[in-house]
């Protein structure tokens, strides 16, 4: 076959063009570090690097998602740990004005403190982060508790009309009874699943509460709107690994619920009572107790979820660490090896320049002679 002049030059510029080629991928892959800056260099490359970023995006979520539920139960320890102090603060007073030395303007001292605490643990069952109530099950846009509707004075009740006295319910010593109804114009009746009866009377002489036939005191009971506290129980729950969900919040009824101000309300009324004896104001230890032992239990179940929260926080950052090396090894290229091809490139490149130049050597003129 007759090699002529023209294939020459043309086999040495597409060699020259070929290398430029090489030159600038290789160039581009220092620059930016990776392997391929487009999925057609390498269409597997280019899919497992999706995937990859994908498993680290996702892990990344997870790991906001985890500083989230860190703030909601930190929230929620600390509030618990202020209604476990103010409740052993209550002891302490209860402990206090159970003594026979005190006088009723000391019991009465009392009782202003008593009314303070009551509406500090109202305050933090209002508890919020960020706009969300914590307390208040998935309603987090609305408060749980309405301290203004709570422990009303059963005077204001012969004030509303029907629809108004639907919502209230009354707790007497533990037991609650709904259903309100107003027989006349000064007696108002409550009722419960079980048939028994509560009766408000007005007098000449005061307000009389009759319980199921029997006299009882009226201080003996507390009066509640019960749109005043939430009955939200469901849980909030974040997802912290794929397919796990961890509730972050408590349930209020187990701390912050109606028999808990039932009895600080009440406990407030018989510290202000002059006639309460030592034996009245000795029986709310035992309820404070019972509120004691369920915001420690609620402490300690919420403590456990930390834990494991903890757990799970450790082992996204493991599963970070293994999806970013695995990314990194499938994308990004060995500085160290590119930058010696790279050399190699550009000493193929101007060899292959001075081969060319010595094969087009004749001009126009030589051809001419």
Do not use: C
């Not at 609620?298 to 950052?317: D, Q, Y």
Request: charged share 25%; glycine share 4%; aromatic share 4%.
């Amino acid at each position: 076959m007759r090699v002529t002049q023209g294939m020459l030059a043309q086999q040495s510029l597409r060699h020259v063009t070929q290398n430029y080629k090489n030159l600038s991928e290789m160039q581009n892959q220092l620059s930016t570090g990776k392997k391929i800056s487009r999925p057609s260099q390498d269409p597997v490359v280019a899919v497992n690097g999706m995937r990859y970023r994908a498993q680290v995006a996702e892990v990344e979520q997870f790991q906001r998602n985890v500083q989230e539920a860190h703030t909601w139960m930190d929230a929620g320890d600390t509030a618990l740990g202020e209604a476990t102090q103010v409740l052993q603060r209550l002891k302490e007073l209860t402990t206090q004005a159970a003594n026979d030395t005190y006088e009723a303007s000391e019991r009465g001292n009392i009782a202003k403190e008593v009314k303070q605490l009551k509406e500090h643990m109202a305050t933090m069952a209002n508890t919020s982060i960020n706009g969300k109530y914590i307390f208040n099950g998935t309603d987090t846009n609305n408060a749980p508790v309405d301290s203004a509707r709570l422990g009303m004075a059963a005077d204001d009740m012969f004030t509303m009309d029907a629809e108004e006295l639907e919502s209230l319910s009354v707790n007497i010593d533990g037991a609650v009874y709904s259903n309100a109804a107003r027989l006349d114009d000064d007696t108002i009746q409550f009722t419960n699943d079980a048939d028994e009866i509560v009766t408000f009377t007005r007098t000449d002489d005061g307000m009389e509460l009759n319980v199921n036939g029997t006299a009882a005191e009226p201080d003996a009971a507390f009066v509640y709107d019960e749109s005043a506290l939430s009955m939200n129980q469901d849980r909030v729950n974040i997802e912290l690994l794929h397919d796990t969900m961890m509730p972050v919040n408590i349930s209020p009824d187990s701390v912050f619920n109606q028999e808990l101000f039932a009895d600080l309300e009440r406990l407030e009324r018989t510290l202000s009572n002059p006639d309460a004896g030592s034996s009245d104001i000795e029986g709310f230890l035992s309820k404070i107790d019972t509120h004691m032992n369920n915001t420690v239990n609620e402490r300690a179940e919420l403590g456990a979820r930390t834990n494991r929260i903890e757990m799970m926080e450790n082992r996204l950052g493991n599963q970070e660490l293994i999806a970013e090396k695995v990314m990194s090894k499938n994308e990004d290229v060995d500085l160290e090896k590119t930058i010696i091809e790279l050399m190699l490139l550009e000493n193929v490149h101007q060899a292959s320049l001075s081969a060319g130049a010595r094969i087009i050597q004749p001009s126009l003129m030589d051809f001419l002679r």
